[in-house]
């Protein structure tokens, strides 16, 4: 009942809090014989490491994965799973929980301090415990282990809004996406994001952003009907993500706009003899199952909490008091979240390809 675990066969349980000793995933049901190295797993979390540019937290983790078990490591370093759980571990190297004495008796407005308070009668003040954004280090770790089981599939993720500045979509270039700090898919976007984040973050606010993660190649009939669609999988998997307060698949609510007829995915066939489907409005999944077109998935990253603009709230005494957030926060936590979308879509795909050989062979 603790619901720190997530995935039917390949399954994920992440540990740890923000200003804790370590943090750290448990991955079970990977497939055994696969092979990779530390730095495959590295160079994942070095994408979604903080304090790399002036946009992020100063916080300064090397968020150093170590590799505690259910893997063989030969002697030139390469890794085999050997089937059996495998244990991650991020060590934090650079809390400072003092920033946050001030606050330890109140409700920060947005965060989850209330809500953890009112089921657990206790909550980890320090940066927010599990519901920092910190945990998701966690997460972008085990998506790497996820990654080697399905090595044909492309998963890559972009930002696509911030705050009021949306991409040109007839600009988009994936190339572009690591040249610039906020993974950003039109290079026109992402100088005006420059100057608009950094005037947020010179007022002590902060700005929300959408996330898109494209799935390229992965195979028809992932999913199964009503209680194991792949979307409402991937939808409850990007839910999951901290600060995450919205999910679309495809032309999700977009869809509501169009008409049956610009709606409908037509298909041809193929000169390869296969169909080949005009659009994509379903996001690659029709009735829960995939359609082998790519599988879309959206979502929306409220602005962080952390804010040095007081807000009303109230104390653990029920007192009215005025709440200002000190320390090291993301002016916009929705950049990092990129690589913590496409994690997520790594975990889901690998879940339900196992699935879909243990159903159908």
């Known amino acids: 009942m603790s619901h720190n675990s997530f995935g039917h066969l390949f399954r994920v349980t992440t540990f740890g809090e923000s200003h804790g000793p370590a943090i750290g995933a448990v991955v079970d ?69 003092k920033d946050y004495s001030n606050i330890a008796g109140s409700y920060r407005p947005g965060h989850a301090d209330f809500t953890y308070d009112a089921k657990y009668g206790v909550r980890d003040h320090r940066g927010g415990g599990r519901s920092s954004a910190r945990e998701t280090a966690c997460r972008v770790a085990a998506g790497a282990i996820a990654k080697l089981v399905i090595p044909e599939i492309t998963i890559r993720g972009a930002l696509v809004a911030m705050g009021s500045i949306a991409i040109d979509r007839s600009r988009w270039d994936w190339e572009e996406v690591a040249r610039n700090p906020f993974f950003c898919p039109d290079p026109i976007a992402a100088r005006e994001m420059e100057g608009y984040l950094d005037g947020v973050r010179k007022s002590g606010s902060s700005v929300g952003a959408v996330i898109e993660v494209v799935a390229e190649n992965a195979p028809a009939g992932l999913g199964a009907p009503i209680y194991g669609k792949l979307d409402s999988d991937l939808a409850a998997a990007m839910m999951s993500i901290n600060a995450v307060k919205g999910v679309e698949i ?112």
């Open 29 to 97: 049901g990977c497939p055994p014989r696969l092979t990779f190295t530390r730095d495959d797993v590295q160079a994942a979390l070095d994408r979604r490491r903080p304090g790399q540019s002036r946009f992020t937290t100063q916080r300064k983790e090397p968020d150093q994965v170590e590799i505690l078990s259910g893997v063989l490591e030969a002697s030139d370093g390469t890794l085999t799973t050997t089937g059996t759980p495998i244990g991650l571990l991020i060590r934090n190297v650079d809390q400072r929980s």
């Open 250 to 361: 495809g032309a999700g609510m977009g869809a509501a706009l169009l008409t049956g007829e610009q709606n409908a995915d037509e298909i041809r066939m193929g000169a390869d003899g296969r169909p080949v489907f005009l659009s994509n409005n379903a996001g690659g999944i029709l009735g829960g199952i995939s359609t082998g077109q790519p599988v879309v998935a959206r979502f929306a990253v409220k602005p962080t909490s952390s804010i040095l603009t007081p807000r009303r709230s109230i104390d653990t005494s029920g007192q009215e008091v005025e709440v200002s957030t000190r320390g090291r926060h993301d002016p916009c936590v929705g950049i990092r979240a990129v690589p913590v979308g496409e994690a997520m879509m790594a975990l889901v795909l690998a879940d339900h390809v196992v699935r879909h050989r243990g159903q159908i062979g």
